[in-house]
């Protein structure tokens, strides 16, 4: 588990004030009658950690008086689900909008055009904005130091301030701080990335993704099992002109003016063209490494060189 959806879900008053109720796309916010959430058994170590917090901050808040909607972790299968995990959708995906960096200059009003899921950070002030929102601001503050928000100095010296926040990390982890809960993440994630790119299967099935897009006269930088997947994807982007996102800078720092619909069309073709032989290149790799990737998840490289 990394600490940023756990910051994330802890919040403070002033940053959840804006927010709405209704959570969307992956992030579910029901709890049963308890106000607990149901731990899946199938679920990743780091999913069910993330659960278990989740379930405790709700539990502690609930004792100093207050209401905490636990947040159903965002599973890192709901994110890949268009980005390779389930073939068939990817493939519609794909045929319309490519890698998805031009489609929404193309496509202004289609919501799909840019993919993703929703972030832990964005359910947790949703599911939780409402009730933050009708509190006085004494009740704000009262909110916040119940929680325990970590500040500066917590981040700095990875000790948390007493509250909800720190409770729930103990519960779950025992008395490591968060430094050294970062650490053991890293660690284990790190194990992950070198298992998968250590796996024979997946290695053989990496070179052949290689030699097809290599057919294709696409280059290739890499062959590593954690990586190969989105090479392509990756390599798309960096060569994408300026102003092909709404957030490029040019070298000034001001904003780039984007591109638009008549120069965007023809790079989508493009984009359309080369996404979708990265597919089909990489079919049975990815049929082989996302059930595995989902099992013990990593953020790539692995540290296998």
Known sequence: MSLLPLLAACGTASDSADGGTA?????KTAAGSSGQLDVPADASADIKEDYLIQNA??????????????VVPVDPADSWTTGGADYELTRKYRQKYGFGIYADIVYPDDPQARGGAV????VADTA????????????KAAYDKAMGVPGREAKATGVLPAGCHRSAT?????SAS???IGARTTARDKANGQALNGDPKLVALAQSYASCL????IPVTTTQPTDIHEMVKLQALRAAPLGADSGDLNADGTPAETIG?????????RDVRLATQDLECGREFRAAYFPKFFKAPTSGGGGAG
């Open 23 to 27: 959570s969307a796309g992956g992030g």
């Open 57 to 70: 901050l709700a539990s502690c808040m609930k004792k100093q008086g207050f209401l905490y909607t636990p």
């Open 119 to 122: 972030s832990l950070d964005d």
């Open 128 to 139: 939780n904005g409402e009730y933050v929102a009708s509190l006085s601001a004494a009740q």
């Open 170 to 174: 103990e519960e779950v982890y025992g």
């Open 178 to 180: 968060t430094r050294e």
């Open 214 to 217: 290599r057919g294709h006269g």
């Open 261 to 269: 619909k008549d120069e965007a069309l023809p790079l989508l073709t």
